[in-house]
C-alpha cells in the first residue's frame, strides 16, 4: 500500500457508538490522493457517521484518524468540499450572498468572490439566480447551490454525502460530470450512495459498509473479479415454461424466472462456461449469457453470507426501497 | 480559534437580524416615534373634553338651603368658567416641563381647546317636600327603560340628589354633619358625574361655612399653600431635588433597558440556532467552523443586535430627559455602567439561548427550556420594589452578586437615590465575569454535541449528561 503521505484520508480501527448504539465500528480506511471512492450501503449503515469523523464533525471514541496527512479535518477545513446528507441553506439569503458567506467561511477572499460564485452558478446552468433568495428555488436548484458551496473554494478533498438523492435525470448526469471533472483535476473525491449503480458509475474503489462494520473494499474490477458470476440467463427456445426441465440438468442448483428470462443458479464448483456447454447442448436457446455481478448482488451475497437466516429477495427488495436493514439485521 | 471566521459568522449574524425591515421598525424605529410623541400625547391628554350633556338633575333638598348654591355652581356658565381655569393651568405645566420643546404647540391647542369648550347645561328642578323620591326614581326608570329619545332634551334626568335635613346643620351637636345621596343614570360620562357630584359636595360645604359664621374667602386663602420647586444641595451648589417620580422611574428604566436589550439579542440567538439546526444549514457550516467558533460568532453578532439597541434606547431617553428639562439626572458614570452591566448580562443570557437552540429541533420544544430562564428573567421585576425601598438592605446586597440577574439588581441600586459603595460595584462586575465564564463553557459543551442532536428533545437531565459527554 501507499505510505501515508500520499493518503488523502486513513482511519484505523475507528468506533464510535451512539449511547448504547454502536454506530461505526472498526473502520480501517486508506483513501489515497486522487482516487475516487464510493460508500455503499443502506440507509443506516455508518455511511454519514463515517463522513462525519472524516470531517471532524464527530469524534471516533477509538481509533486512529488522518485527514490530508493531518491529525483531524479541523486543520485542514479549507481545503475539503463537504456536502452533508442533511443539506441546509439559509431560506431568507440570496443565493450569491449565502455562497459568498460560505467562501468566504471557506478561507476565501472577498476580493474576486463575485465573478468565482457566478461562474460556478453558470456551469451549474443556474444563471439568474445571483439575486434570488434560497428559498424561491426549487429543491433541485437548490442542491446544486449547495454542491457549489462545497466545490468553490477549489478543495482538495471533496466529500460528498448521497449527492444524488433527489435529482432528475437530467441534473443527475449534469453533477456526474462535475465530480468527474473534480476528479480528473486530481481532486480526491468521496461519495456515500445507497444506490449502488450510481456508485459503479463513478467510482473506481468501493467501501461498502454495513451494520457500521466495512464488509467490503476494494476496486470495481477487482470485485467484479472476485464475486465470480454463479449465475447465467438464458432464454430457451422452448419458452420460460421450461424451468423444470433446466433444473435437473447437471450443476444447476436452482431456476428461478426473472424479467424475459430465466436466472439459472449454479452449483458451487461448477464453471459458467462449462454449465453455458452443457445447457446449450441439452436444449436450444434464443439468448444465454453470464450473469454480470452488480454491486447489488456483490453486497447481498456478502450481507446473506454472514447473516443467517436472512432472506436474499426480501433484502434485495429493501435495498430498492431504499429501507432500513437494521431490524432485519438485529433478528 | 480562527477570528476572521468568527467574525463573519458575528457578520452575517448580525446583518441578518438587523438589517431587516421588521428589526428596524420594531425595535428602533418604533421607540424613537414613540418618545417623539410623548409630549404630543401629553398635550392631547390635557385636551380632554369638558361633560357636554343637558339634561335634568332632580334636587331632594331636605335641609332646604343648600338648591340656590347648586344651581349657581352647576350654571352653565360658571362651569365652563372653571375648565377654562383648568386648560390654563395645565398648559402652565406642559411648559414648564418642556421649555422650548413643544411649549408653543401646546400654548396653541390649549387656547384651541378653550375656545371649543362646550359647557353642560344642568337643569336643576328643586323638588318639594311633598314630593316622594319613589316618583322621581320611577320617572329616571321609566325613561332608562323606554330608550327612546326625549323630545326634549332638557327633560332627561341625568341624576337625583337627595339632601339630608342636617347636611349643613347639626341637629345635636355631639353628632356629626348629616351628607347626600345621589342616583344616576347609567352610563353617565364621568366628567358628567364628577361635575355633578363635585357641584353638590362644594355647595354643602359651602353652606356649613356660612352657618358656621366662617368667611369663604378666608377658608378658600388659608388652604392653598403655593407649591415651590425643592432643590438638593450638592458638593458643587443646588440643584433640582430629585422628585419622588425620579427615584423610582431611573432606576426601573434602567433595569428594564437592560433587560430589553439582553433579551432581544438572547431571543434572537435562540431564534436563528434553531432555525440553522432546523434547516440543516448546520452541518454547511460545521464543515467550514467549529462549533465553539460557530457559537462564539453567533454571540458576538447578537451582541451587537444589543449594543444598538441598548444605544439608541440611551440616546432617546437623554434627548427625552433633555427635553424635560430634567438633563442634569444624566450621569454619564451610569450610561458606562448600563453597557457595562448589559455585556455581562448579555452573555450570561445569550449562552443559555445558544444551548437551548442548539439543543432543540424547533421553537416549540425551546418553549419548556425556556421556563426557567424565563422565571429567571422575571425576578428582576419581583425585587424591584423591595431593592428600591432599600437599596442597601442586606437582601439587595446579597441579590446583587447572585448572577444570573446580579446585573439587573446591581443597575437598580447603582441608579438609585442611594448607591452602593465602589467596592461592591466592581466586586459585582468581578462575580459576574466569573458567571459569564461559566456560563459560557456551559453553553460551549451543550452546544457542540446538540447540534448534531435530532429526535427526541432533551430535557435538562439530558443536557447534563451531554455536558459530560463533550
Same mark, same amino acid.
Given at each position: ?6 493518503? !488523502? ?62 491529525? *483531524? ?23 450569491? !450572498? ?11 477572499? *472577498? ?135 433446466? !433444473? ?7 431456476? *428461478? ?73 438485529? *433478528? | ?12 449574524? %448580525? ?94 391647542? @390649549? ?147 437592560? /433587560? =430589553? ?33 460557530? @457559537? ?24 427625552? /430627559? ?25 452573555? =450570561? ?49 446579597? /441579590?446583587? %452578586? ?5 446585573? %439587573? ?54 443536557? %447534563? ?6
Amino acid at each position: 500500500m501507499s505510505n501515508t503521505d500520499t493518503l !488523502a484520508v486513513s482511519m484505523n480501527g475507528v468506533r464510535k457508538t451512539f449511547g448504547s448504539k454502536v454506530a461505526v465500528e472498526g473502520i480501517d480506511l486508506a483513501i489515497p490522493e486522487g482516487s475516487i471512492y464510493g460508500f455503499i450501503g443502506p440507509n443506516g449503515a455508518g455511511k454519514t457517521t463515517t463522513i462525519r469523523m472524516i470531517m471532524s464533525i464527530l469524534f471516533p471514541d477509538h481509533g486512529e484518524l488522518s485527514v490530508l496527512g493531518k491529525k *483531524s479535518a479541523i486543520e485542514s477545513k479549507d481545503r475539503i468540499g463537504y456536502l452533508p446528507e442533511e443539506r441546509g441553506i439559509y431560506k431568507k439569503m440570496k443565493v450569491g !450572498a449565502f455562497l459568498k458567506h460560505i467562501g468566504r467561511l471557506k478561507g476565501l477572499d *472577498s476580493r474576486g468572490l463575485d465573478l468565482v460564485v457566478k461562474g460556478w452558478l453558470e456551469r451549474v446552468e443556474l444563471e439568474g439566480v445571483y439575486k434570488k433568495k434560497c428559498e424561491e428555488l426549487s429543491k433541485g436548484m437548490q442542491q446544486k447551490v449547495q454542491f457549489i458551496a462545497s466545490v468553490l473554494h477549489d478543495p482538495d478533498l471533496i466529500i460528498l454525502d448521497e449527492p444524488f438523492s433527489g435529482l432528475d435525470p437530467v441534473n443527475m448526469r449534469l453533477l456526474r460530470k462535475l465530480i468527474d471533472e473534480e476528479h480528473t483535476k486530481g481532486k480526491t473525491v468521496i461519495f456515500s450512495t445507497h444506490v449502488m449503480y450510481q456508485a459503479e458509475q463513478l467510482c473506481d474503489h468501493i467501501v461498502m459498509i454495513h451494520e457500521g462494520k466495512k464488509v467490503l473494499d476494494d476496486t470495481l474490477d477487482d470485485i467484479r473479479t472476485r464475486f465470480d458470476p454463479r449465475s447465467l440467463h438464458i432464454d430457451p427456445v422452448g419458452g420460460l415454461g421450461m424451468s423444470d426441465e433446466i !433444473a435437473k440438468v447437471a450443476g444447476v442448483a436452482r431456476v *428461478s424466472a426473472v424479467e424475459n428470462a430465466l436466472e439459472v443458479i449454479l452449483e458451487k464448483g461448477i464453471e459458467p462456461q462449462d454449465a453455458m456447454k452443457t445447457l446449450l447442448a441439452a436444449y436450444p436457446m434464443n439468448r444465454i449469457e453470464i450473469k454480470k455481478p452488480t454491486l447489488e448482488d456483490v453486497f447481498i451475497e456478502i450481507v446473506t453470507d454472514g447473516v443467517r437466516g436472512l432472506d436474499a429477495e426480501q433484502l434485495r427488495a429493501n435495498l430498492l426501497a431504499g429501507s432500513k436493514l437494521e431490524e432485519e439485521g438485529e *433478528s | 480559534m480562527n477570528i476572521s471566521k468568527v467574525m463573519r459568522v458575528a457578520a452575517r449574524e %448580525f446583518a441578518s437580524t438587523a438589517m431587516t425591515k421588521g428589526f428596524i421598525i420594531g425595535a428602533l424605529v418604533l421607540p424613537a416615534v414613540m418618545a417623539a410623541i410623548i409630549p404630543v400625547v401629553m398635550v392631547l391628554a390635557m385636551k380632554a373634553q369638558p361633560p357636554a350633556d343637558t339634561g335634568t338633575v332632580y334636587i331632594l333638598d331636605h335641609s332646604q338651603e343648600v338648591t340656590p348654591i347648586i344651581e349657581d355652581r352647576l350654571a352653565p356658565e360658571s362651569v365652563k368658567g372653571r375648565w377654562i381655569e383648568r386648560f390654563e393651568d395645565a398648559a402652565d405645566t406642559v411648559q414648564s416641563f418642556m421649555p422650548g420643546v413643544g411649549a408653543d404647540a401646546a400654548q396653541n391647542s @390649549m387656547e384651541q381647546a378653550t375656545s371649543n369648550i362646550k359647557s353642560p347645561v344642568f337643569r336643576i328642578i328643586p323638588a318639594g317636600d311633598d314630593t316622594n323620591l319613589d316618583e322621581l326614581k320611577e320617572e329616571l326608570r321609566k325613561q332608562v327603560a323606554s330608550d327612546t329619545e326625549l323630545a326634549d332634551e332638557n327633560r332627561k334626568v341625568l341624576a337625583i340628589i337627595e339632601i339630608d335635613v342636617d347636611a349643613t346643620k347639626k341637629i345635636n351637636d355631639d353628632e356629626g354633619y348629616g351628607s347626600y345621596q345621589a342616583f344616576f343614570r347609567p352610563k353617565l360620562n364621568e366628567e358628567t358625574i364628577g361635575e355633578i357630584k363635585g357641584g353638590v359636595r362644594w355647595s354643602i360645604r359651602q353652606k356649613r361655612y356660612d352657618n358656621a359664621d366662617l368667611d369663604r374667602t378666608m377658608i378658600a386663602e388659608i388652604n392653598s399653600i403655593d407649591a415651590r420647586e425643592s432643590k438638593e444641595i450638592t458638593e458643587e451648589g443646588e440643584r433640582k431635588a430629585a422628585n419622588g417620580i425620579a427615584t423610582f422611574a431611573i432606576p426601573f428604566v434602567a433595569m428594564i433597558l437592560l /433587560l =430589553m436589550a439582553s433579551m432581544t439579542g438572547g431571543q434572537y440567538l435562540l431564534t436563528t440556532t434553531v432555525e440553522e439546526k432546523s434547516n440543516r444549514v448546520v452541518e454547511v457550516l460545521l464543515s467550514a467552523v467549529s462549533p465553539l467558533e460557530l @457559537m462564539t460568532g453567533k454571540i458576538i453578532g447578537q451582541m451587537g443586535v444589543g449594543l444598538s439597541l441598548l444605544t439608541v434606547y440611551n440616546a432617546v431617553g437623554i434627548v427625552a /430627559l433633555i427635553a424635560f428639562s430634567l438633563g442634569d439626572l444624566i450621569d454619564p458614570q451610569m450610561i458606562l455602567l448600563i453597557f457595562v452591566f448589559f455585556l455581562l448580562a448579555y452573555f =450570561m443570557f445569550a449562552s443559555l439561548m445558544a444551548a437551548i437552540g442548539a439543543a432543540v429541533n424547533d421553537l416549540r420544544e425551546a418553549q419548556s427550556l425556556m421556563t426557567p430562564v424565563m422565571l429567571m428573567m422575571i425576578m428582576p421585576y419581583i425585587f424591584f420594589m423591595p431593592v428600591i425601598r432599600a437599596p442597601n438592605s442586606l437582601f439587595s446586597t446579597v /441579590l446583587s %452578586f447572585i448572577p444570573p440577574i446580579s446585573p %439587573f439588581i446591581m443597575i437598580m441600586r447603582v441608579s438609585s437615590t442611594d448607591a452602593p459603595p465602589t467596592w461592591q460595584v466592581l466586586l459585582a462586575i468581578f462575580v459576574n465575569m466569573i458567571g459569564v465564564v461559566v456560563f459560557l463553557w456551559f453553553a460551549a459543551k451543550v452546544f457542540r454535541v446538540g447540534l448534531l442532536m435530532f429526535g427526541k428533545p432533551p430535557n435538562l437531565r439530558t443536557l %447534563f449528561k451531554w455536558i459530560r459527554m463533550a
